[in-house]
Each structure stands twice: as C-alpha cells, then as structure tokens.
C-alpha cells in the first residue's frame, strides 16, 4: 500500500493534537524539542496526489450504505452473542480499499485529518457522558496503574521481538514499541459502553485508553525528535505528559462545570446539544492550542455534562431538568463510529511474509503479557469478568497507524516495514479483542444459568 499524503506532519497534528505548538513559545527546557519538531516538518516531502480520487459519489454513497447497515446488524448480532461488530466493519474496509480498490488510499488519506479529529471528539465526549464521575475517582489509581504497566510491558515486548527477531537495532526497535504501546481510546470507548461490567472497570478502562493514547503519542514523538536532534531526556516523556493531562482536566472541567450551568440558561434549549457540539469543537481547538491532544478534554467535558446533577448537588447549584436530545447523540456517535472501524480496514497493508508472522506474534504476546499486567494491577473488588474484560482489552487503532507512516518520511531505517507490521498488529490485535468478548458473554451466559439453578 502506498501512503500518499498531502502533508503527514499535518495529518498527525490533526489527531493527535499540538502536543508540542510550532507557533508557540513553551517553556524554555523544551526549546530543543521545538527546534527538532520543525526539522521534523521540514523533512517531510509535500507528495503529490495524482489523479486518483475516492470514487464515483454513487459507488460512495453505496458503501456508506452498507457500512450504515453493518452497522446496525452488527450492533444487534453483538447484543446476541456478545461478539462485537468491529470485525465486520474491517472487513468491509479491507474489501472496498485494499482488495478490490475501490475506494484508493491516497484518497482516504486525505480525508484523514478531519474525520479522525471528528471521531476523537464525538467518541470521547460520548464516553465522558455514559460514565459516572464517582466510579471514575475511584478507579483513577487503577487506571494509572494499568496505563503505565501496561505500556511499559507492550514496548518492552515489541522492541525485544523486533531486535532479535528482525535483527533491528534497539532505537528502530523502540520506537516501534512505542508506536503500538497503547490501546486505540475510540475503539475501547465503543466496547465497554455495551458490555454487561461493572460501572467501575467500565471507568477504569475509558480513562486507561485515554491515557495510554497520549502517552503513546507523547513517547513516539519524542523519539522521532531523537532522529532529529540526536538529543534525548528520559524527564521529558513524563512532563509533556502531565502537562497535557493538565491542561485537559483544566479545560474539560474549566469549561465544563460553568456550561452545564450556562446550557440551562439560553433561551434557544431546543438546539441545546448542537450548541454543547459547538462548544465541544471550540475546546479541541484550545485543547490543540495549549499542547492537548482533544481526547481528554472532550472526555473530561462529557463527565460534567453527563453527572451535571450530580455535580450541581455538590456545589449547590439549581439546574432545571434540560433534555440535550440524547436520541440524536446516539444516532451521531453510532455513524462515526461504524464509519471509523470501515476507514481502520481501508488503511490496511498486506506486506511481507515475515512482517505478518512479526505482527500476529507480537499481539499475541502483548495479549498474553496484559493477562500478567491485570492480575498484577487489579484487586479482589473486580469481579471474574471484569478482569477477563479488561485482559482482551488490547485493540490498537488510528493512532498507531498514523505514527506508523512517519518513519517512511523521516528515512529511517526499515521505514517501509513500520507501516506493513502496525497495521497487522491493528488488525490482529481487533481480532483477539473481538474473540475475547465473546468468551466472556459466554461466561456471562453460564454464571446466570448456574445462578438461576442454584435459586
């Protein structure tokens, strides 16, 4: 597959967010990082498109068509038998890109800044609504723990396997590591909203994606600057990362604590959830401005709105019952949804015998190495499912397959196989996850039987 792309520096910046602004002066011991980050942009060639194009607007409409009702009848097969539908969706992706060609992938390429920005925002801010703020202080040094364990552990493992079994060397190694260290936030937001677990381990892995997210994209960055720079401080993973924490938890609840307030107020109620999507956009865009990535903020934006009662008892605050049409958000946050999983299968790359052998292997042990990573970080209060739940609960997504483009511009070695192996280890690990579910509805299934048996 050929990755032809206007400006991928530019569609980075779009998901991912201005972890570092180009336009900005930040702190003075991150100068370095400022200066290697322009070299970065610098080195990327501005590749031209051709003359390839999506497709005919009705071969379009066709394939919006069936992911719309692959969509609905996966939603209904996952409520059956617990096996969710993102499996359906790639394969859609796969057909209608890289298979038959359909639609080319220069062409989604292009569009990937706006609908992945699009994706983060609606997906987050969906997930930050559906969870309890309760739940999510009481998980939050869980979370931690699985984030950092978890990441730590996927990057050690890929960047063994890469140094002896590719013959790598330990940089290439790492930094493919770390490419593929975290769990994709869209796709794990999407899973545990309809699965039957606690409200709590349904906390816990929300806010564990969200960080591993980060953190992922922080560590791969930086790594890319060491390219540049031949500079590297192990300090400055850890403050770039808190500081993007820091500045979504301060806009998510800056912003979020006074509009669940202002909302109540407006005279015009009746577009009150097109004026929160409003606001929600206007927040990435400070999210992006200040060094945040968007994820946090609108997920950390979502927890006001969606415990706004709650919280308004707590700080003593009368808001009158406002429906922000609940109807509507589901519908919008099931079309980005279905849509997102059909343009992962799009970007697909079938390569190299050995590189496929590398990816199904490293998922499988990064699988494996979770099983330790929870037993480790999860006490007796989680029930059996919800550890079997959040063992699975490795699916990798857009971001790794973005980052896995940068090598090829930046002229590293091995750059072309960066691509080829991330997106098998995408896929692979989807897999495992989706196989994962549908195990633990079965033992869902059977715990009830033997509970209405006993009774």
Not at 68 to 75: D, T
């Amino acid at each position: 597959m050929n990755f032809v792309t206007v400006s991928i520096l530019d569609m980075v910046r779009s998901f991912f967010g201005d972890f570092i602004d180009f336009n900005s002066q930040f702190e003075p011991d991150l100068e370095f990082l400022h200066q290697g980050f322009a070299r970065v942009q610098e080195a990327i060639p501005q590749l031209a498109i051709g003359t390839e194009s999506i497709a005919s607007a009705q071969v379009v409409l066709l394939a919006a068509g069936i992911t719309i009702f692959l969509g609905v009848a996966g939603e209904a097969f996952f409520k059956k038998t617990g096996i969710p539908d993102i499996a359906f969706l790639l394969i859609l992706g796969v057909l209608i890109g890289p298979v038959f060609g359909i639609i080319q992938p220069a062409a989604v390429i292009q569009v990937v800044p706006y609908f992945a920005a699009v994706a983060l925002i609606i997906i987050m801010f969906d997930g930050g609504i559906n969870l309890d703020i309760r739940n999510v202080i009481k998980t939050a040094h869980f979370a931690v723990m699985l984030t950092v364990l978890g990441f730590v552990v996927s990057v050690f493992i890929v960047t063994l396997i890469a140094f002896y079994g590719l013959g790598w060397d330990l940089f290439d190694s790492i930094l493919l590591g770390s490419i593929v260290g975290g769990s994709s936030s869209i796709i794990v937001f999407g899973l545990v909203r309809n699965v039957r677990i606690s409200e709590e381990a349904k906390s816990m892995l929300s806010l564990e994606s969200a960080m591993t997210d980060i953190l992922a994209t922080i560590t791969a960055f930086i790594l890319f600057d060491l390219v540049i720079t031949g500079y590297f401080d192990p300090n400055l993973i850890l403050q770039t990362f808190g500081k993007a924490v820091a500045t979504g938890l301060i806009l998510g609840l800056g912003v979020g604590i006074p509009w669940m307030y202002v909302i109540t107020k407006l005279s015009n109620t009746q577009h009150a959830y097109m004026l929160t999507l409003g606001m929600l956009f206007v927040l990435f865009f400070l999210a992006r401005s200040f060094g945040e990535s968007g994820a946090l903020t609108a997920l950390v934006f979502g927890l006001m709105l969606g415990n706004r009662y709650t919280l308004a008892r707590r700080l003593r605050l009368k808001l009158p019952e406002i429906d922000i049409d609940d109807k509507m958000h589901n519908q919008l946050t099931f079309l980005v949804r279905s849509f997102f999983f059909v343009f992962i299968g799009l970007l697909a790359s079938l390569g190299r015998i050995e590189y496929l052998i590398f990816g199904i292997v490293a998922s499988i042990a990064i699988y494996v190495a979770r099983i330790g990573v929870v037993k480790a970080s999860l006490t007796k209060r989680f029930s059996l499912i919800d550890k079997k739940v959040t063992s699975v609960m490795i699916p990798r997504g857009l971001a790794a397959a973005v980052l896995a483009t940068i090598p090829l511009t930046l002229g590293l070695p091995n750059a072309e196989a960066y691509p080829q192996i991330v997106f098998v280890i995408i896929m692979v690990s989807v897999i495992i996850t989706t196989i994962g579910m549908g195990k633990a509805r079965k033992m869902q299934t059977l715990a009830s039987d033997s509970d209405k048996q006993t009774t």
